[in-house]
């Protein structure tokens, strides 16, 4: 299926884990940060069973879209699943992106 990743696909194993690992490291929720210089919003979901993460980010000055599912297999691997994008893009995103310090101190002092 095309946009799908395995860890027995196309793509890799030491790249789909370095993925995994960059995505495990994004909080819950919302955060700002930077893609290529360039300002982003990014929104992560994780299933209270760790099965699925969700990924939606827009860039904020102008229309890139980042967004995918990531599902966790009961046999050791996980199925990619991006949103009207490559899996490439999605990747590259994922490894690429670095949150904002400022976002993170605001969230938890909003949270308390």
Do not use: H, Q
């Amino acid at each position: 299926m095309p946009g799908t990743m395995t860890a027995g696909g196309k793509t890799p194993p030491p790249i789909l884990a370095t993925f995994e690992d960059a995505l495990a490291k994004l909080p819950d929720g919302y955060v700002d940060g930077y893609f290529g210089d360039r300002p982003w919003g990014v929104t992560v979901k994780r299933s209270e069973d760790g099965k699925r993460i969700w990924l939606y980010g827009e860039e904020l000055s102008g229309t890139d879209i980042v967004s995918f599912n990531l599902y966790r297999l009961a046999e050791p691997g996980s199925i990619l699943k991006p949103c009207e994008m490559s899996s490439n893009k999605v990747i590259e995103f994922v490894l690429g992106f670095e949150p904002a310090r400022e976002s993170g101190v605001s969230k938890t002092v909003a949270e308390k």
